[in-house]
């Protein structure tokens, strides 16, 4: 099979460089750089046309697989502006290594996870005046894997095509950090294709949508979903983590197959062990939390994820009630690990766990 993955380089014509927004417009996303990564990968020909270019639109058959059969998988991660004014990856393999382990579940090809982090780091680097330049700005990178086969049939795609975006977005420091309202879905599922290897998949988001444009109409950020077949476990957020500190014990669900097994949640795992918490990893039903936080022995409640950060839950809707917990404020612990983890991700504290990647 050839395999050629030098990855070419097309910059764009100086005169259709976009504007770069203000840092007080920046938001959380949507400005999108000027230039991407993408490949293309055949069964005869592996990965092939690797290149650098300008952002441009992709030309796809109105057959190609990725819109019929939801076979498409991505991944977040973030570039920061940080210590010495140098930008900074986070976990950048373990997210391509995720990527891959969801290209697995969807019958898809797995990426040369070393190359495409040469090719990543050369991009964000290319792109790094996108970066607003105040501490904490930092750009979105978007991977994405979609299949382009043009065919109705049933089976997985012969060809595909993967792709990274970069787009500027404000500093975490700048986003209001109020406790977040979450609402609790007692009926709907999120996870459609639980199994045993869990992944980034489009379906599992797509088919999310209308239960969190309800939370949100409703005033609550995100929606915590709760297992599929009993609607009694907690799983996890839209695209978030949970964690409950009870009794000075920290809860996590454990990975029983449809959470996703998030980068941020197993840094919090890592820190919060270090600093010499009890961290369990197991099924804890909305009772029990609901429970726990009538007795009082509930103390704090935060979600992780690369976009969320680590971020506080101030109130929990379930079945008509609003359960305000913590008094509505950020905890202790949570407060402890935004600084220790932010610290890490900018460059500015030693990197024990090897978490970082300078882009050179
Ligand atoms: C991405 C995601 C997470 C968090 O993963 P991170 O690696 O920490 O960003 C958690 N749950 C869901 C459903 C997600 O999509």
């Known amino acids: 099979m050839r395999e050629d993955l030098e990855v070419a380089l097309e910059k764009v014509d100086p005169e259709k460089m976009r504007e770069k927004p203000s840092v007080d417009t920046l938001g959380s996303g949507g400005h999108f750089t000027d230039h991407m990564f993408r490949m293309t990968w055949s069964s005869q020909g592996g990965w092939h046309d690797a290149k650098i270019c300008p952002y441009q639109n992709l030309s796809l058959d109105p057959a190609a697989l990725i819109f ?3 076979q498409a ?3 977040n991660l973030k570039a920061r502006r940080g210590n010495g004014n140098q930008l900074y990856l ?4 373990d997210s391509l290594e995720r990527l891959n382990s969801s290209a697995v579940k969807m019958c898809m090809p797995r990426l040369p996870v070393e190359k495409v982090l040469k090719a990543l780091k050369a991009l964000v680097y290319l792109e790094k005046a996108w ?3 105040v501490a904490d700005a930092s750009l979105s990178i978007r991977s994405t894997m979609i299949a382009v086969d043009p065919s109705l049939g049933m089976c997985p795609s ?5 792709f990274i975006i970069l787009s500027s977005v404000a500093p975490a420091s700048s986003k209001e950090c109020k406790p977040a309202k979450i609402y609790v879905s007692d009926d709907y599922s999120r996870s459609l294709t639980a199994g045993p290897c869990h992944g980034k998949t489009s379906d599992n988001y797509g088919a999310s949508l209308s239960m969190s444009q309800r939370a949100r109409a409703e005033g609550y950020s995100q929606v915590l979903w709760l297992d599929t077949s009993e609607h009694r476990f907690v799983e996890q957020l839209d695209t978030a983590n949970i964690f ?3 009794d000075g014990q920290l809860v996590t669900p454990f990975l029983d197959g449809s959470i996703i097994e998030g980068l941020t949640r197993n840094c919090v795992i890592t820190l919060a062990e270090s600093w010499g918490f009890d961290v369990v990893e197991r099924k804890i039903a909305i009772n029990e939390v609901l429970d726990a936080n009538k007795n009082g022995s509930l103390e704090e409640v935060f979600f992780t994820g ?5 971020s506080s839950l101030g109130e929990l809707y379930y079945q008509g009630e609003n359960h305000v917990v913590n008094s509505g404020v950020t905890g202790e612990l949570s407060a402890r ?3 220790e983890l932010q610290a890490i991700q900018n460059g500015r504290q030693n990197d024990p766990y090897k978490w970082v990647v300078r882009v050179a």
Do not use: N, S
Not at 306 to 310: F, K, L, N, V, Y
């Open 244 to 246: 409950f500190k009870i």
């Open 306 to 310: 690369a976009d969320a950060g680590i």
């Open 73 to 75: 998988i991505f991944e």
């Open 131 to 133: 970066v607003a330049d």
């Open 68 to 70: 019929h059969h939801g």
């Open 337 to 339: 690990l935004v600084l």
């Open 90 to 93: 986070f976990r950048p393999a």
């Open 158 to 162: 012969k060809t595909y095509c993967f």
